[in-house]
């Protein structure tokens, strides 16, 4: 932890820094839902297909052979899911850094600029 005074040219750096780390994580966010929306869809008609074409017998056995069948898309999905989901998760924790930084940035400036300075 640093015991350097802060100062509102650091704390204003430290916005711009995180506002283009926000920037790139929406980018991100919106390549990853892209992303997995088309998994998804893959998961979806993969299996689809697997049912439409598995032979006869119960419909639990059908659906059991189409996600043995349809496991790679599926597991595709599933990893795209998650990866949206951690970015969500970033960018979430950005702003709120940005938020407190808001904050501490207030309270340097009326620091600054009060009796004395």
């Known amino acids: 932890m640093s015991t350097a005074p802060i100062t509102a040219v650091?704390?204003?750096t430290?916005?711009?820094?995180?506002?283009?780390?926000?920037?790139q994580a929406?980018?991100?966010?919106?390549?990853?839902g892209e992303a997995r929306a088309h998994a998804k869809m893959d998961a979806l008609l993969a299996?689809?297909?697997a049912v439409a074409t598995s032979a006869g017998r119960s419909s639990d056995v059908r659906e059991a052979e189409a996600l043995v069948a349809s496991e790679?898309?599926?597991?595709?999905?599933?990893?795209?899911?998650?990866s949206l989901r951690a970015m969500k998760?970033?960018?979430h924790n950005c702003r709120a850094q940005l938020d407190?930084?808001?904050?501490?940035?207030?309270?340097?400036?009326?620091m600054s600029?009060?009796?004395?300075f």
């Open 14 to 23: 430290e916005i711009l820094r995180l506002n283009g780390v926000l920037d």
């Open 26 to 32: 929406t980018e991100d966010v919106a390549r990853l």
């Open 113 to 116: 600029s009060g009796p004395g």
């Open 47 to 49: 299996h689809a297909r």
């Open 72 to 82: 790679p898309l599926q597991r595709r999905y599933e990893v795209a899911d998650a």
């Open 100 to 110: 407190a930084l808001r904050s501490v940035n207030a309270n340097v400036r009326h």
């Open 10 to 12: 650091a704390v204003e």
């Open 89 to 91: 998760e970033a960018a």
